[in-house]
């Protein structure tokens, strides 16, 4: 079992085999179980309810879960939830397409029940951890150039007002933030930032990717989050 208390789960899964498997081991899990097998149907259902983790798959009628996904994010009741996706295929850029989306974490089927319960023990953890984190001294982190990190609100804030981040941009940003000019490998970030080995460190690379979209002016050209060439990334000492 991963957890003892009950929470509510959406599986949005057009397989009827795939989900009984989920839904079996995720009540087994403490979950409450809730399906949709439409993705646009599931997407206005997820907008509306709040959910403790939705697990997607890729492939969907009405909607793909990479598209639902990006929904998600952007607005609803469920922007700051766990994601786990779910696709039958297993390349490199499936993944980051995934993970660029705005997903938690992602699973290749088949996968087997173990897998499964750590990949969701991992990502519901990592939220629960970050949702009871008491709130900095000061809430106000300065980055420089127009860009603010308001701690407590857990949000960050540029010239043109607030951008929109997932919890695991926001916990790599911070961290930089907090030792600007201090190289991090990748491996390190895997541990300090989000505390779990079932990321791969190709993870954190998708993760800066998507930071320098939304916050430098050219992300081929980045100012703020730099790239140590062999080793890993730090934030500029000066911006």
């Not at 997903?103 to 089927?109: N, P």
């Not at 895997?190 to 930071?211: G, K, Q």
């Not at 320098?212 to 790239?227: A, S």
Request: charged residues 30%; negative net charge.
């Amino acid at each position: 079992m991963i957890e003892a208390e009950t929470r509510r789960v959406l599986v949005v899964e057009d397989d009827a085999s795939i989900r009984e498997l989920l839904q079996l081991h995720l009540g087994l899990a403490g979950f409450d179980v809730e399906e949709e097998v439409n993705g646009r149907s599931a997407l206005e259902r997820a907008r509306r309810t709040r959910f403790d983790l939705l697990v997607l798959d890729v492939m969907l009628p009405g909607l793909d879960g990479v598209s639902m996904c990006r929904a998600l994010r952007t607005a609803g009741a469920n922007m700051e939830t766990p994601i786990l996706m779910l696709t039958a295929r297993d390349s490199e850029a499936d993944t980051v397409i995934g993970l660029e989306s705005g997903a938690d974490d992602y699973l290749t089927k088949p996968f087997g029940v173990r897998e499964l319960q750590a990949r969701v023990l991992a990502i519901t953890r990592r939220h629960a951890r970050a949702d009871h984190d008491p709130p900095a001294e000061s809430s106000a982190l300065d980055m420089g150039a127009g860009f603010s990190i308001d701690v407590s609100r857990r949000q960050v804030v540029g010239p043109a007002g607030p951008i929109e981040l997932t919890r695991q941009e926001f916990d790599l940003l911070h961290h930089l933030c907090l030792h600007r000019g201090i190289v991090f490998s990748r491996a390190r970030l895997l541990e300090t930032a989000w505390t779990n080995d079932t990321y791969t460190e190709r993870t954190v690379d998708t993760v800066v990717s998507r930071l320098r979209k939304k916050l430098e002016r050219d992300p081929r050209n980045p100012e703020l989050i730099l790239t140590a060439w062999g080793v890993g990334y730090k934030f500029a000492e000066r911006v």
